[in-house]
């Protein structure tokens, strides 16, 4: 078994450097928009604006990237929204425009989501029954150390310069390389799943929808407004760095412990926790962030660590009240719920700050997650949930990415089981890129010597 699990992640190595670049260069690019637009003197209520149409972008790449795949081939799509990427981040330092900069980065969110849907997709075509959840676990864990290296790379130039700028598009070109060398065949995009309308998924766990969509709220605040708080907290861009990259680290420490309450207390027990503990954090930092370093970065862990598992147990509820068939149209309909929260977010706690000043951002999100303490605490009170021997199993996932990962859901596994996967549409250059893999094998047998 450990052979096959080894052989599983040797395989992606490649994808996955490849993902982390692109996570890494798009990470930075988010926090650096903010820093270069709080210097530039820009209200909280126009960064806000900006800051979400990224979501925006990345939200409708998600649904709709998956269509220009199917009809131009993984490569040339690949090539086509890495150089858009590219030019995108490269001409926000010529004009420091919020309209500009605003459509700008609904191209870049849109490119992003198209760039992470061909990688997912060729992680997802190398899974099988017995490597899906590792290779899950390794996804979400290099997920977010990408995301925090790229935070942490925002301090390596002055962001009033092009420099900085210019780092994130090399970083998004470098993305294809790893790629684009691998030598795994072109992979196969998952047959459509069983349809399940968003209405039907409310009505079947109005929970774990809440749960995902104020996680998308709090986290989507806090990853567009974070640096503009930290400047305006007297911060310099060197520490709004090293604020937001810890930051960013800490999402990683709850995922596993936060999965193991919900499978011994139940999943909505331990979402009133997160949500409470989230508010509680958030809290400290609004009233005393401003005043001591120590309570912002501690604080601000806490909080990320618990916003960001309210997601993956979010799923996790919600998969409980669904056959095994409906767990990949289950988990587009979460990522689409938590991307409504990233466009949300940014805009209210953007307003929050406009009236309250900085500690207006952590006001908010202190607010939004009480409300979904006492939203799901009145149902765990009056309303029946799932009995913890019928639940299923808790799995680690990232809400920043596309319905092409719910692939690698070990819970989808009984479905996998006899859903057929759909008949690649390759294209020409794909056709090409085959029968170049094919020619140098019979070449190399040519040329192997023969027995006498």
């Known amino acids: ?18 993902l982390s670049l692109l996570v890494a260069g798009s990470n930075m690019q988010g926090t650096l928009s903010a820093v270069r637009l709080g210097m530039d003197g820009f209200s909280p209520g126009t960064i806000g604006l900006v800051m979400a149409a990224h979501s925006v972008g990345f939200v409708t790449g998600a649904i709709y990237g998956v269509n220009i795949i199917r009809r131009v081939g993984h490569i040339r799509a690949f090539a086509a929204f890495a150089a858009i990427a590219c030019a995108s981040v490269l001409a926000h330092p010529l004009l420091v425009e919020p309209v500009l900069w605003f459509a700008l980065r609904v191209v870049l969110g849109f490119v992003v989501a198209g760039l992470m849907t061909v990688g997912e997709s060729w992680i997802s075509d190398r899974a099988t029954a017995q490597t899906r959840g590792t290779l899950l676990g390794i996804y979400t864990i290099n997920f977010y150390l990408a995301s925090a290296a790229g935070q942490f790379l925002v301090a390596v130039a002055d962001p009033a310069t092009f420099v900085p700028f210019t780092l994130v598009a090399i970083l998004m070109v470098l993305s294809l390389v790893p790629l684009c060398l691998t030598s795994a065949q072109v992979p196969v995009l998952p047959a459509a799943s069983s349809r399940l309308r968003f209405r039907e998924l409310v009505a079947a766990s109005p929970t774990g929808v809440s749960g995902a969509l104020v996680g998308g709220v709090a986290l989507g605040a806090f990853l567009a407004m974070g640096p503009v708080y930290a400047l305006q907290a007297g911060l310099e861009t060197a520490q709004v760095s090293v604020y937001m990259g810890s930051a960013v680290l800490c999402a990683i420490l709850l995922q596993w412990p936060a999965g193991w309450a919900s499978d011994i207390y139940g999943r909505r027990r331990v979402l009133v926790g997160l949500a409470a503990g989230g508010a509680l954090a958030a809290a400290l930092v609004a009233l005393l962030g401003t005043f001591s370093v120590g309570v912002l970065f501690a604080g601000t862990g806490a909080f990320v660590a618990m916003a960001a598992s309210l997601y993956p147990v979010s799923l996790a509820n919600t998969n409980d009240h669904l056959h095994a068939e409906h767990a990949v149209g289950a988990s587009a309909g979460m990522l689409r719920s938590y991307g409504i929260g990233t466009i949300i977010g940014p805009v209210a706690a953007a307003l929050a700050m406009g009236q309250l000043g900085p500690g207006g951002l952590f006001a908010f999100v202190a607010v939004t997650l009480v409300l979904l303490a006492l939203v799901i605490y009145y149902r765990v009170s009056f309303i029946p949930g799932v009995p913890l021997a019928e639940q299923g199993d808790y799995v680690a996932a990232s809400p920043l990415s ?24 390759y294209d020409y250059a794909d056709e090409v890129e085959l029968e170049a893999l094919r020619g140098t094998a019979r070449n190399a047998a040519d040329e192997s010597p023969k027995p006498e």
């Open 1 to 18: 078994m450990a052979r096959v699990l080894f052989a599983a992640v040797l395989s992606v190595t490649a994808l996955f450097l490849s």
């Open 402 to 425: 596309t319905p092409m990962i719910a692939e690698l859901d070990p819970r989808q596994e009984e479905f996998a089981a006899y859903q057929e996967p759909a008949v690649a549409n």
